[in-house]
RNA sequence: GCGGGCGUAGCUCAGCUGGUAGAGCCCCGGAUUGUGAUUCCGGCCGUCGCGGGUUCGAAUCCCGUCGCUCGCCCCA
């Protein structure tokens, strides 16, 4: 093992194994998304570190010590994104997508974040985010959150709960952060270490806190629903309304924080008990000061992120089956003949029945090692051609499930004799199908 | 950044209190002529993570180191 090359530390190869989960859940997430009428959007892995300061936060430990950042040959600082929001917004602003009008969005990709890698959580992952720009009242508020439960009905999702919450506006919340750093003051010597440290840097997080002996501390501390403003309490009166009105389930949790700077308002986390300690499943909130405060025209937002590793882990814990694509047709060839000629057979084929997948033996090989592998293969059926076939003009197609019953037929029947076989429909075009 | 656990064939693992490595799976070949999944036979596969120490002798003990993993922290 030694000198080997090693893939960087919390960065994962995604073995084919693996695969079937993850095109499931890109799948799903795209016809969602197109169903709900959001648009997809790309943008780079790379920003300006400045970007990402300004969004998520100069003192957050995302951007202190978490984020891959490194200077370019032209001297700026450059990093990789930790998040898609940030890069969105930046794009919608320069764009002037959000100019006079409204966008939903979404988008998914690898984030960056250096931490210690454990259970759902590693230094490459990736989310799909959903955003909607323009929208100010609560309604939107839900249907984001809609899209996120309709998702796990269709990746078959049980184990999750959704937790919710408001933060204000950022006036209110000011306000509520100084009566609560005035709290734990009051209350030093009941705090620990980290909660020490986040008075200094982010006391709401202290809220939070999973150390039991600080539950005491925290019960007593004045709550953020207590000081929201007259209108970050009615949308969020509002926003509960409607949520129950469109059949959700959810829980009010006033120690939902955020530990990203730019969150108002409504904020929400889907969570597990299905994944070790890193629970969170999907969750984000309204940003109405961010698109101002990177530069465009002042434009409430709302989005969330969802961690598909954490989702794929979660349909793997509840025991889902993802089901890799396996060829139908195995085509075996035996001799120098039927070799050079079954390249072409498998063309046909491939024209006639497109998506049904023909895999065709490469290498050579006994015709018994052939047979394994077309076994091996998941195929419904073996193509058999061998130069003795060629002579004749004909394939022995071969059902390698069920009864093992085997047919002679001649070429150029054979696109006719296997869609019959699979139960498929021929391809009617004459091109390669596409 | 801080703690705990673990590192033996491609994979899953066995190897008790030290005597220089084993199984299953996988892969390849064979068991009558050109036909798979079961069965049987054979073959392939390791500097026992790496470095040092103790010892006549270490995969087994000790130290260090790297890696993986789980938790703290953080968060998707």
């Known amino acids: 093992m030694k000198d080997k090359l090693q893939a960087v530390r919390g960065m994962n190869d995604l073995l084919t194994d693996q695969l079937p989960w993850w095109q499931l859940v890109e799948r799903s997430a795209c016809t969602l998304f197109a169903d709900y009428g959001y648009q997809e959007l790309r943008v780079p892995l790379v920003e300006r570190t400045e970007l990402f300061k300004r969004s998520i936060g100069e003192h957050t430990d995302i951007v ?30 320069e764009h002037g997508l959000l100019h006079n009008q409204k966008q939903r969005l979404w988008t998914s990709g690898p984030m960056f974040r250096h931490e210690r890698p454990q259970q759902g959580r590693y230094r490459q ?28 009905r269709m990746l078959g999702i049980t184990d999750v709960r959704l937790r919710v919450n408001s933060l204000g506006t950022p006036e209110s919340r000011r306000q509520y952060r100084a009566l609560l750093v005035a709290y734990f003051e009051r209350h030093r010597a009941a705090l620990d270490a980290d909660s020490l440290r986040r008075l200094e840097s982010n006391p709401m997080r202290i809220l939070d806190s999973k150390n039991p002996a600080m539950q005491e501390a925290i019960a007593g501390a004045p709550a953020l629903a207590d000081h929201l403003d007259p209108d970050s309490r009615a949308h969020f009166e509002r926003f509960c309304d409607l949520l129950g009105a469109g059949g959700i389930p959810y829980e009010v949790d006033p120690r939902l924080v955020r530990g990203l700077d730019y969150y108002t308002r409504t904020v929400f986390e889907w969570t597990t008990t299905a994944l070790g300690t890193q629970d969170a499943v999907c969750s984000g909130g309204r940003y109405d000061g961010l698109v101002a405060q990177l530069g465009g025209d002042p434009t409430p937002a709302i989005g969330w992120a969802l961690g598909i590793e954490r ?46 997948g023909c895999l065709a033996n490469m290498g050579g090989g006994s015709l018994k090692s052939q047979m394994k592998r077309a076994d091996k293969s998941g195929a419904q059926l073996a193509l058999i051609i061998g130069d003795d076939e060629i002579a004749r003009g004909s394939a022995a197609v071969r059902k390698l499930r069920g009864d093992a019953s085997q047919q002679d037929c001649p070429l150029h029947e054979l696109p006719e004799r296997i869609a019959a076989l699979l139960g498929r429909k021929l391809n009617s075009r004459s091109d390669d199908g596409r």
């Not at 010590?65 to 969105?88: H, N, Q």
């Not at 060829?327 to 998506?355: F, H, K, M, Q």
């Open 311 to 356: 989702i794929v882990g979660l349909m793997q814990a509840a025991g889902k089956a993802a089901d890799a694509t396996v060829p139908a047709v195995y085509l075996v060839l035996s001799g120098d003949r039927a070799e050079r000629a079954g390249l072409a057979i498998a063309e046909r084929l491939r024209d006639a029945l497109p998506g049904a």
């Open 64 to 93: 202190e010590k978490e984020m891959y950042s490194f200077e370019d040959r032209g001297g700026d600082s450059l990093s990789l994104r930790p998040e898609a929001t940030a890069g969105l917004v930046r794009a919608a602003i």
């Open 125 to 152: 992952f990736h989310q799909i985010d959903c955003e909607a720009f323009g929208y100010e009242g609560p309604d939107v508020d839900v249907e984001v959150i809609q899209i996120s439960a309709r998702l796990w």
